[in-house]
C-alpha cells in the first residue's frame, strides 16, 4: 500500500528529446519519461503491460500515444491505457512542468 | 428496483462453456451466473496449449478470459472445484467440496479427458496425456531432465505434442498402430508427405506399432510392442484419443451414451440440463474440436436468452495442423471409396497434394497439403455442399497453364448467418456483418479489433475478405482500398509520387500535407516514411530517430527483458585472434549473458545493458554490424579459392568486398547476401535476397532467395564473367529493390511482386538503366557514417537515449 507520495525533480525540459523516451528511475519506481510534440511531459511506470513485460521508454510516440517497442501494443500516455485490441494499463505518475524544470510525484 | 434473476450454473470452464456465456452476455440474457470448473486456471485457449509447448506463447499469452472478466460481468466463479452431482429434486449442484448452488438452468461442458491406454504400466511416473495445462507443465518439466520421449498416437494432439517436444530438445519417436498418420483426417498420399516432412523436422516414427506395456520400476523406461520390439523412453505422452467426461452427468442420472445424449437444442434428458462441447452427443455424434463447439453455443445462448433460433443440426469439421512448415488441411469426407469421384493433383517437387472428393458431383471433402491457401474456400464448398462446376473448378484447382490462375471470389452469400467464420475466436458471419453494418467498417483490421476474427491463426482471412466484398459491394474496392497502415488510404506508391511531385521533406510535412488520419503516424509508418525519404533524397534528408524502431535507434537489438544484442562487424564472416580477443574482453568486462555464432557467420553478444551500450561500442572499436537494421546484414563466404581445393573463385574476398562497399545504407528490409567459390554452394546462396556462385569463367547471381518465415529458394538472375561486371549488377538489383520496394517488402515478396523478367528486363536489357541504377547507389553510399561512432561523438543524444536518469 502506498501512504506518501514524493515529489522529484527530474531535469529540464531539454533532457527530453523530442518523441523519444528516456528513462528515468525516481526513488525505487523506474518511469519512462516522453515528450510529445506538443510540449507535454508524461510520465509512466517502465513496464509494458503485456504478460512478458519488458521496457516502454523506447517506443515510438505518435501524439499522446506510444506503441510499445517490443509489442506494438497502442498505449495512450495519458490515461495509460492500452487501446483495443489489446488489453491493459500502465500505471501513470503527474508531472509538473515549472517554466523548464520538470517534476514528477510518485 | 431489484429484479430477481433467473440462476444459471455452468459446469466446466472450458472453451464451449464459456464461449456459451460470452453469447448470453452479448444477447443480454439476465441470468445470475455461477461458473465452477475444475482447473485452478480461468478461461483459456486450449488449442493454444501446443503453441506454448512449442515456445512461441506462454501460458499468460491464452488465457482467453482473465480474472477481471469474471468480476466485471458479475460472475461467480469456483475454480479447483469440482462439480459431483446435480440434484434434480432440490435444483442444487453439488460440488466436492461441500458446496450446493442453486439453479434454474445447468449447462454441463466438462470437456473430455485423455484416454490413456489400459495397458500394464500406464499409471507409472512419466506417463501423461496432452489436455491441460498440467500436462503441458509436465512436459516442459520433463524436457528439462530427461532425454527420450514417445508421443503414443500420430494424431493432430501426437503429431503437436511431438514437435513441440523436439523443440524443447528432446529426442522424440512417435508411435502409430497405423501404417499412416493422422489417417482420420488424411488420405495416405497426404499422410506419407506429413511423415516425410516431419521427419526432416527431427521427429522419428514407429509405424505400424501397437504397445502393449510400458516398462520401467517405478517410472517408465520403455515400451513393449505386440511384435515383442521395445523403443526405450524414458518419457510418454499418449495421445490416443479423448474420452468425453461423462462421469457427472452418470452420476446424476441424465441419459449417456459415448457423450451426454442431447437433443438440437443442446438439452440433455434431464429438465433445465443443457450440455455442449466435447462431452455432448449430438445425433450421434461427438466433437472434438472448437467449431462445432461455438456453433452449439450460438444456439444453446440464443435459446437460453428466449431469441429464436434454428435448432443445431450438426456440424461439418476441417483440420488444420498446428506445427510451422507443415502445412496439412482436410474437410468433410476424405478417403475415397467407389461411390467417390476423386480429383487430385500431387506434385512432388513442390511438394504439394491436393484432393477433392465429390458425391454425384456434390463437393463432399477435400485434403491438402503444403500448400492450403483454398482451405477457406474448399471448407465452404463443403459446409454448402456445393455442386461442381467449371468454374469452381478452375477456381479451386487451377487452370490453363502452370496450373495457377486459381481465382478467388466466390460469393459468401450461401452462408449462413451462424456459420462460424473464425474457429478461433468463435466469430459468425453475422458478427462481421453486424460490425461493417453497424459500424462502418471497410478493412479486416477494424474487424479484427472489433470481433477478434483473423486474430490468432489468420486461417479465416480470405473468408472475413471475401464477406466484406460481399457487404460493401461496389464500395469495397473504395472502402477498403488498403493504405500502408491504418493511418492513410493512400498506397506507397502514391505517397512517394506524392513526395516527388510536393517536394516534401520530413515525415510530419508528408503525414500533414496527404492528411493522415492519426496526425503523428503510427508505428508502420513513420519509419516506411523515413525510409522513403531517406531513399529518394540520401544527401538532404535528416534521418528521424524518433521514427525510427528502438533496435535502429539504438544501434543494437532489444530482447524481451529489455538488455540488447550488438554485433560488431566481422567482413565475409573473417575475424582476427585480436578482434576475437577484444571481444572476449568485452564481454566479460561488461557481463555478456551468451556469446553466439550467428546464422550469418559472427559474434552476437548477448544481454548488454542499455547504458553499457556505448561503452561497449568504444571499446570493441569494431564497425557495426548492423543485425538490427534495414540494411546489409551479412556477406555470407564460403572458403574459396584461397584455400578449398575446389574453389574456382576468391569467394573470401569478394564476400568481405561486398560486405565493405555497400555496408550501413537503409533497404526496404533486411538484405542478406552470400558468395561461394564453386557451384558446391557451401555458403548456400540459395536462400540469400542475392546469391553468388563462382564458377570457372566468373559468377553466377541468383536474386529473392530467403530463409525466415517464408522461405523461397532464388531464382537464377545471370551470369557475369568479370569482378566489376559482378558488382555493377548488385549495385543495380540493389537500388532496383531500395526504390521499387514496400518498406519492409524482402526481396522474396519483391521479386514475386515485380516478376523476374521484369527485374531482368530494366537490369539487364538496357545497360545506360543499369549504370544510371548502380551509380545511384554509389551516391547514396557516399552519405553513410557509422551509428556507434556517431552516437559516441555527439554527447547529449547519447545521454538522452541511452542513460537513466536517477533522482
Ligand atoms: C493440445 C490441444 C490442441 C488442440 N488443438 C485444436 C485445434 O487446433 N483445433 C480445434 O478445433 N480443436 C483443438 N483442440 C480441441 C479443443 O481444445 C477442444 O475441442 C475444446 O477445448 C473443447 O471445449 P470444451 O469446453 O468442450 O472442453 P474443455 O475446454 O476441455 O473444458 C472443459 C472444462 O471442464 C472442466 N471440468 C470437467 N469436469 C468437471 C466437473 N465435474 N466440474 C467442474 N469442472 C469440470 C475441465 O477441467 C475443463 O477445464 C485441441 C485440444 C488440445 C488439448
Ligand atoms: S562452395 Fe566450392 S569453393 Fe566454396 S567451400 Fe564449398 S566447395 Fe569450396
Ligand atoms: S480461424 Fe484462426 S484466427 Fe480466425
Known sequence: MKMTTQTYAIGSVQDFLMQIGRVVVAGNVELAVFRTSDGRIYALENRSPHPKGGPLAEGIVSGHFLYDPLYDWKIDLRTGEVQAPDQGSVVTYPVTLDGENVTVSV | MATIREKLVLVGNGMAGIGTIEQILKLGGAYDITVIGSEPHPNYNRIMLSYV?????????????????????????????????????????????????????????????????????????????????????????????????????????????????????MDVTVVHLMEDLMERQLDRNASSMLQAELERQGVKFAMGKQTVELTGEQRVNGLRFSDDSTL?????????????????????????????????????????????????????????????????????????????????????????????????????????????????????????????????????????????????????????????????????MGTGCCGGGAKKGTSVEAMADEEIVC???????????DAVTENGFTTVDEIKACTGATRSCGGCKPVVEQILQFVLGDSFQQGAK???????????????????????????????????????????????????????????????????????????????????????????????????????????????????????????????????????????????GYGYAKSLRTVKTCVGSQFCRFGTQDSLGMGALLERKYERLDFPAKFKMAVNGCPRNCAESCTKDIGIVGNDGGWEVFIGGNGGIKPRIADAFCKVKTDEELIEVCSAVMQYYRETGNYLERTSEWVERMGLEQIQMVILNNEENRKELAARIDFALTQVTDPWKKILNDNSTRTALFEDARV
Open chain 2, 53 to 169: 509447448l512449442e515456445g512461441s506463447k506462454t501460458i499468460d499469452d491464452i488465457i482467453l478470459n482473465d480474472w477481471n472478466w469474471y468480476e466485471d460481468n458479475n460472475i461467480t466463479l469456483h475454480t479447483g472445484t469440482t462439480v459431483t452431482r446435480i440434484d434434480e429434486g432440490s435444483k442444487q449442484v453439488i460440488t466436492d467440496n461441500g458446496m450446493a448452488v442453486s439453479y434454474d438452468k445447468v449447462i454441463i461442458a466438462t470437456g473430455s479427458n485423455s484416454f490413456i491406454l489400459p495397458v500394464p504400466g500406464s499409471e507409472k511416473e512419466g506417463v501423461v496425456g496432452f489436455r491441460d495445462i498440467s500436462d503441458c507443465d509436465a512436459m516442459l518439466e520433463a524436457a528439462k531432465q530427461y532425454n527420450k520421449a514417445a508421443v503414443i498416437g500420430g494424431g493432430l494432439l501426437g503429431l503437436e505434442a511431438a514437435k513441440g517436444l523436439v523443440n524443447l530438445g
Open chain 2, 232 to 396: 526405450a523412453a524414458d518419457f510418454v505422452v499418449m495421445a490416443v484419443g479423448i474420452k468425453p467426461n461423462v462421469t457427472l452427468a452418470k452420476e446424476s442420472g441424465i441419459t449417456v451414451n459415448r457423450g451426454i445424449v442431447v437433443d438440437d437444442y443442446l438439452q440433455t434428458s434431464m429438465q433445465n440440463v443443457y450440455s455442449i462441447g466435447e462431452c455432448a452427443e449430438h445425433r450421434g455424434v461427438c466433437y472434438g474440436l472448437v467449431a462445432p463447439l461455438f456453433e452449439q453455443g450460438m444456439v444453446l445462448a440464443k435459446h437460453l436468452c428466449g431469441s429464436d433460433t434454428k435448432p443445431y443440426e450438426g456440424s461439418v469439421v476441417s483440420t488444420k495442423l498446428k506445427i510451422s512448415g507443415v502445412d496439412v488441411f482436410s474437410a468433410g469426407e476424405f478417403m475415397d471409396s467407389p461411390e467417390h469421384t476423386v480429383i487430385s493433383s500431387k506434385d512432388e517437387w513442390k511438394k504439394t497434394y491436393k484432393k477433392i472428393l465429390l458425391k454425384n458431383n456434390v463437393i463432399v471433402g477435400a485434403v491438402l497439403f503444403g500448400d492450403v491457401t483454398e482451405s477457406a474456400n474448399l471448407q465452404k464448398l463443403v459446409k454448402q455442399g456445393a455442386v461442381m462446376t467449371d468454374e469452381i473448378y478452375s477456381e479451386v
Open chain 2, 482 to 624: 488498403q493504405g500502408i497502415c491504418s493511418c492513410t488510404t493512400l498506397s506507397r506508391d502514391e505517397i512517394v509520387a506524392e513526395i516527388t511531385a510536393k517536394g516534401l521533406k520530413t515525415t510530419k510535412e508528408v503525414m500533414n500535407v496527404l492528411e493522415w488520419k492519426q496526425e503523428e503516424g503510427c508505428s508502420k509508418c513513420r519509419p516506411a516514411i523515413n525510409y522513403y525519404l531517406g531513399m529518394m533524397n540520401p544527401d538532404t534528408h535528416q534521418d528521424e530517430k524518433e521514427s525510427r524502431f528502438v533496435n535502429e535507434r539504438m544501434g543494437a537489438n532489444i530482447q524481451k527483458d529489455g538488455t540488447y544484442t550488438v554485433i560488431p562487424r566481422m567482413y565475409g564472416g573473417v575475424t582476427t585472434p585480436e578482434d576475437l580477443k577484444k571481444i572476449a574482453d568485452v564481454s566479460l568486462k561488461y557481463d555478456v549473458k551468451v556469446v553466439k555464432v550467428t546464422g550469418g557467420q559472427r559474434l552476437d553478444l548477448i544481454g548488454v545493458k542499455k547504458e553499457d551500450l556505448p561503452k561497449v561500442w568504444e571499446e570493441l572499436d569494431m564497425p557495426s
Open chain 2, 423 to 433: 474457429g478461433c475466436n468463435g466469430v459468425t458471419k453475422k458478427a462481421i456483418i
